[in-house]
């Protein structure tokens, strides 16, 4: 069964460096997200992305965030200079629209640290 | 008042017995409703996709109630493995798709 990967599975990194998380979504997906969840709490939306374009993005998005799909298979995302409140499990999704109400699929997650 | 609200639990269901638990959602414009599953520290995993109609998947069992803004669930037969948070999640279905969770219903199936 197809399913999203994510690199790697946990992350430590200082406060101010920055990371790039990497996500395999399915395949045959053309719309692809961010979310995260900090420890204890729900989770959130970050952002949405299609035709290699963000199409909607989060209040938690802000300038040291971004994402790419560099080429046919992975999508990333970057936080360029982490902050301690950004350690949390970032989760990639990715659906299909022919798949019902274009239902998401998460991979793993990547458990970031920032110390 | 929060988007997507539920009952934090935890539900503590015998093995064999029926649990049921609701999710309520603030936003009319919602389109599509969803359950999923999360285990400690691990992914959400879609359970089920919810319909207007209800729907069932086996022991599962979905209802939307649009009028009243509530989606439930229910699970016949518990078992063992069914103990793990159960996610509301809605869809406005605007460009970005965006989920909105809810923060979880803990199930924990007991012997």
């Known amino acids: 069964e197809p399913e999203v990967t994510q690199t790697p599975s946990h992350q430590v ?29 729900k989770v959130e939306f970050l952002v949405s992305f299609y035709n290699n374009e963000i199409s ?42 022919t798949a019902g109400d274009y239902e998401q699929y998460f991979g793993p997650g990547t458990r970031l640290t920032v110390t | 008042r929060k ?18 638990f609701n999710c309520t959602y603030s936003n009319s414009a ?23 109609s209800g729907n069932e998947d086996g022991r599962f069992t979905a209802q939307l109630n649009r009028a009243s803004q509530y989606i439930s669930l229910l699970i016949r037969d518990s078992k063992l493995s069914d103990s793990a948070t159960y996610l509301c999640v ?14 979880g219903t803990r199930v924990l199936v007991k012997p």
């Open chain 1, 13 to 41: 990194t200082q406060m101010g460096q920055e990371v790039i998380l990497r996500c395999v979504p399915i395949s045959n997906h053309l719309y692809f997200y961010w979310y995260r969840q900090i420890l204890g709490q």
């Open chain 1, 56 to 97: 909607e993005k989060s209040e938690i998005f802000d300038d040291q965030f971004s994402v790419e799909r560099p080429d046919g298979s992975n999508f990333t995302l970057k936080i360029r200079s982490t902050k301690l409140e950004d350690s949390a499990m970032y989760f990639c999704a990715s659906s299909d629209r």
């Open chain 2, 3 to 20: 988007e997507v609200e539920q009952d934090p639990g935890p539900f503590n269901v015998p093995e064999g017995a029926t649990v049921a």
């Open chain 2, 30 to 52: 919602s389109q599509s409703f969803f359950w999923y599953r999360q285990d400690c520290r691990k992914e959400p995993k879609l359970l089920m996709s919810v319909y207007s």
């Open chain 2, 90 to 103: 809605v869809n406005k279905k605007a460009a970005g798709n965006k989920l909105t969770f809810g923060g």
